[in-house]
């Protein structure tokens, strides 16, 4: 089941920006299954939660067109519902907004970054408010573990460049799907 969230999150290194991935350990299991056609776990967010925020609608999306892309480059067919495919996608998007607060109890803590600060709130450097992108893709039978894909996190530096965001997404479902093999 496709789980979408929007989080708040503490300080992270913005020198730590590389793309962290973990990858599903398919072992054995990937070299015995011969594939051809593909299903959705869900629909799509813009048809499922009319109440999630532009931004999870629009990487939903760039997730969606992306892994067929990629599931089509290797001679994958999509069928309308999982009864009828060989394996099944199941996803998550999540946006880890960035906030950054002081220690109420105090003071003197948020005067060390900045004297001007409002009161609960730090200024940091460029970049630091920026949100943490997670993805998780799993592919394979129906009601059963996946068989390739994994999870990938990045911070994203400039989330309103389109651009940029499906460059990051189509790395990081790449990295995730390198094993799965051409079409049977």
């Known amino acids: 089941m496709r789980l979408i969230f ?5 300080l992270l290194l913005v020198a730590c920006q590389d793309m962290q991935v973990k990858r599903v350990e398919s072992g054995a299991a990937a070299g015995t299954v011969r594939f051809s056609t593909y299903a959705w776990s869900e629909a799509p967010l813009r048809n499922t939660a009319p109440d999630a925020t532009a931004r999870i609608v629009e990487l939903d999306d760039e997730m969606r067109a992306i892994v067929s892309g990629e599931l089509r480059s290797r001679g994958y067919r ?12 199941d996803y998550q998007v999540a ?36 949100p943490r992108v997670v993805l998780t893709l799993g592919i394979g039978p129906d009601q059963a573990p996946a068989i390739w ?6 911070l ?8 940029q965001r499906r460059r990051i997404i189509g790395a990081a479902v790449r990295d995730l799907l390198r094993d799965l093999p051409q079409a049977y």
Do not use: H
Request: glycine share 12%; aromatic share 4%; charged share 30%.
């Open 6 to 10: 929007v989080g708040m999150m503490g």
């Open 78 to 89: 999509e069928v309308a519902d999982t009864a009828g495919a060989d394996m099944v996608v």
């Open 95 to 130: 946006v880890v907004e960035q906030e950054f607060s002081g220690d109420p109890r105090d003071p003197e803590w948020d005067a060390q970054f900045d004297s001007n600060a409002q009161e609960g709130v730090v200024e940091l450097p460029e970049r630091t408010g920026a």
């Open 149 to 154: 894909g994994g999870s990938a996190t990045k």
């Open 156 to 163: 994203i530096a400039r989330p309103e460049n389109a651009e």
